[in-house]
């Protein structure tokens, strides 16, 4: 294990967090196979990170409860009511936009079904991450969502925004910037900063580090 490894699993110990470690995404899966019941009722953040370790396929497979986003037949209202939802399941899956090395998860949301649901509601979340969101503290977790994180997931989800094309935000335009600068409208998927430190109900939130690259 890598000393910012180490570092970032320490600070989440103080931050009230269970840290785990794996060695690549299938040691991953299996740790996270090992926090979920059958009998638990289980919502899904939209995560690469969680296809590619095969979590998503694993819930969504049978043999467990699970609130399905991405049930085809949905409506887009649906949707929208399976995303509600998912705020009280018993476990919440999910990755992070970043991590840092002082033990807090950065993320941003459109709609903030993920980022609500990390913060308040299911008894137990599980977040997973790759080495490559491990950055020194929020600042830097904001920048990388505006450098990396947010321009893939607008290609990925077919996005009209300046940071789909130019693989940055626009923000990043004029030298000092906010979290409310970038693009407007509709397609904009930066509208809910949440930034989780110290926790108060103590080992609610599960982090495995996963020592590979994984999402973005
Ligand atoms: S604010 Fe708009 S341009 Fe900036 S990263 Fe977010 S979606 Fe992209």
Avoid: W
Wanted: charged content about 25%; aromatic content about 6%.
């Amino acid at each position: 294990m890598n000393e910012q490894i180490k570092r970032t699993m320490e600070a989440l110990k103080r931050n009230n967090m269970v840290p785990f470690y794996a060695e690549n995404g299938q040691e991953a899966l299996e740790i996270l196979k090992s926090l979920i019941g059958k009998d638990d009722l289980i919502g899904l953040g939209g995560s690469v990170t969680l296809k590619e370790i095969g979590a998503t396929a694993l819930v969504r497979g049978g043999g467990y409860n699970i609130i399905d986003r991405y049930d085809e037949n949905l409506t887009n209202e649906e949707r929208m009511e399976t995303l509600r939802k998912g705020l009280l399941s018993d476990v919440f899956l999910t990755s992070s936009n970043a991590i840092s090395e002082k033990g807090e998860l950065i993320n941003v949301d459109g709609f903030g079904n993920r980022g609500a649901a990390l913060v308040y509601g299911p008894k137990s979340v599980i977040v997973v991450v790759g080495k490559n969101k491990i950055v020194k503290n929020a600042e830097e977790g904001f920048e990388r969502i505006k450098k990396i994180a947010a321009p893939k997931n607008c290609q990925r989800l077919n996005k009209n925004n300046y940071c789909t094309y130019k693989e940055k935000c626009m923000a990043l335009l004029n030298g000092e910037h906010s979290l409310s600068d970038g693009c407007a409208g509709e397609s904009r998927i930066c509208c809910s900063y949440i930034v989780q430190s110290y926790q108060l109900i103590k080992d609610r939130i599960k982090v495995i580090i996963c020592n590979c690259d994984l999402g973005y």
